[in-house]
């Protein structure tokens, strides 16, 4: 539905956004993931028309050459501001008329979306006493009244404390229902909890991307967590020695190792433990997660 | 459509913060503020001015047109400077708040967003300014003489390309920046610049637009539209349409960031 061909964007000289390329296909939910200053912002904000890329393309399909992107799409920025001074509902029917809905449908649809977001109660209040949770819930009326066939969200549920947090993202997979949603992210769990699929932003390009289920296969494996009591450090030759163990990295308080075969490094860890008698005060089979992929990613 | 959207709710945000209120006030002020001063000045001086009992004042009995056109050099003065302020913020304050991402990620066609607000800020200045030079034009003829009608709302009319023009120059400038103040400046520094530039070769710019309030008090004084009030009109109209369509042009190119 939404394709994006190198795009690239440079301020002054230093790309910021590089070559970067993806499609988006309808009803599905994407979480652009990246630590801060990786390029997601200037993506979102070339792909929503605020800014023009340097170069490269973006691609709607079913529209109309020379159309306007913008009727498709709706965007809440990082930080959105309102006129203080207008009240919720007021904003939802300017900016609804200003994407060319008439007045009554404009009306109906902000009373509509109000309800969906949770703060029809607040519709007649100045939107400058609004808390920053009943601001962002507004952002997100006002990026659905035009009913676009996709939003984007630049970082959603980032500022907003941990009840706002939930009741954002619990709209958000309402909304996965009717529309294509692009949120940018910086939290790898909000990431997981919602989207299908994850574009791994560093340093201005997408070094990953895929569907959660195909990342996980990809990027998961399996890793045992050993402790002992004295030093860890003593036992890492033995651990290396093992065939099936990989790699043996330390820990705080553990040493993990990551293996090749599970079933054969538990059997030939626990053989060599009771032979030689380790004094082990933790055993743990686990994963690696996804957090660790993203880590990974950004230091390097 | 669009544009009938964006003006109104300018207008709401008029209401809203009283500009609908003081706007009309400060201009009313600003323009009986000379026809009372020069009236009641014999009677301020008698009773504030500490003179010698005795002194003899007298002052030229003047013109009523003459004081007309006092009225409308304070607009030419203070109300240029008041007009560059409440105009400077139309839209680089928007911009620099951020408002405006919310409202051009909707389809608004660029031209619709700075004509309706460009249309929407000389309503208010300029319903302002008729009222104002309304209430002029009474104490004038009431405590001077009478201007006829016509020749009333020949200045009015003639005068208030003045004053589109200094709008026009500002939101200009408000394409170009986002910082109210910058616009501010370079808006009041360029009618300054015009206006030294009138002064120095006002030989060979007989349709400048600074020219306009000297054509006007002799329109007032022989009751006649001199031709070169209708050339410089011309230049100023054209002027303004110009820079609307340099504005739109200037707001396309640039990035909102």
């Known amino acids: 539905m939404f394709n994006i061909h190198n795009l690239t964007k440079k301020f002054d000289g230093t790309a910021v956004v590089k070559d970067v390329s993806f499609s988006l296909s309808p009803g599905n939910c994407v979480a652009l993931l990246g630590a ?25 399909e079913g529209m109309r050459p020379g159309a306007d992107i913008r009727e498709h799409i709706g965007y809440l920025p990082q930080y959105p501001i309102f006129h203080n001074w207008m009240t919720g ?32 109660e607040a519709k007649n209040q100045r939107i400058g006493k609004y808390s920053g949770g009943m601001k962002q819930r507004l952002g997100i009326a006002q990026a659905m009244i035009h009913r676009p066939q996709m939003i984007m969200l ?33 939290i790898l769990s909000d990431a997981e909890e919602i ?51 990989s790699d043996v990295i330390i820990d705080k308080n553990e040493l993990i190792c990551i293996v090749k075969d599970l079933e054969k490094a538990r059997q030939s860890i626990l053989a060599q433990a009771n032979t030689e008698n380790w004094p082990l005060t933790k055993f743990e089979v686990s994963q690696t997660s996804l957090e660790e992929l993203f880590m990974k990613v950004v230091q390097n | 459509m669009q544009w009938l959207t964006i003006y109104k709710k300018e207008m709401l945000e008029y209401w809203r913060n009283f500009s609908w ?3 009309p006030v400060v201009f009313i002020l ?77 389809p608004v066609r660029y031209a619709n967003y700075i004509s309706s607000k460009w249309a929407a800020k000389l309503t208010l200045i300029l319903v302002s300014y008729t009222i ?69 070769f006002s030989h060979k710019l007989t ?32 002027l303004i349409v110009a820079l609307l369509f340099l504005s739109f042009y200037t707001f396309q190119k640039k990035e909102l960031a």
């Open chain 1, 195 to 245: 989207s299908d699929s994850l574009l791994l932003m560093h340093q201005g390009e997408i070094v990953e991307s895929g569907s959660l289920v195909e990342l996980r296969d990809k990027h998961q494996s399996a890793k045992i967590n050993i402790a002992f009591k004295g030093l860890n450090e003593e036992f890492i030759p033995n651990l290396e020695a093992i065939s099936d163990v």
């Open chain 1, 36 to 60: 801060n200053g990786a390029g997601k912002t200037t993506t979102l904000r070339m792909l929503s028309g605020l800014l023009k890329p340097t170069s490269g393309k973006i691609e709607f």
């Open chain 2, 30 to 106: 600003l323009a009986i503020m000379d026809p009372l001063t020069t009236y009641y000045m014999p009677i301020i001086l008698d009773k504030v001015g500490g003179l010698p009992d005795g002194a003899v004042i007298e002052l030229p009995q003047m013109a009523a047109t003459d004081v007309l056109m006092m009225s409308l050099s304070e607009f030419s003065s203070i109300g240029v400077i008041i007009i560059v302020a409440i105009t400077m913020g139309i839209i680089a304050g928007e911009r620099k708040s951020g408002v405006v991402e919310l409202v051009l990620v909707k």
């Open chain 2, 207 to 238: 349709w400048f637009p600074n020219n306009l309030s000297s054509y006007i008090r002799q329109l007032l004084h022989t009751g006649e539209i001199p031709t070169a009030l209708w050339g410089t009109s011309f230049v100023t109209i054209s």
């Open chain 2, 132 to 200: 104002a030079l309304l209430t002029s034009w009474y104490y004038v003829s009431i405590l001077f003489e009478e201007i006829a009608l016509l020749a009333f709302v020949q200045t009015l009319s003639f005068y208030a390309l003045w004053l589109i023009l200094v709008v026009t120059i500002t939101i200009f400038y408000n394409t170009l920046l986002k910082t109210p103040g910058l616009v501010g400046a370079l808006s009041v520094g360029t009618i300054i610049g015009m206006t030294a530039i009138n002064a120095i």
């Open chain 2, 21 to 23: 209120v003081w706007v």
């Open chain 1, 89 to 120: 509902k007021e904003f939802l029917v300017y900016v609804g008329q200003l994407a060319n809905l008439t007045k009554a449908n404009a009306k109906e649809q902000a009373d509509y979306y109000l309800e969906r977001v949770g703060i029809l």
């Open chain 1, 154 to 186: 630049d970082e959603p549920v980032s500022s907003l404390d941990p009840i706002g947090r939930r009741e954002v993202l619990t709209l958000m997979e309402e909304l996965k229902q009717q529309t294509t949603i692009l949120f940018s992210t910086h």
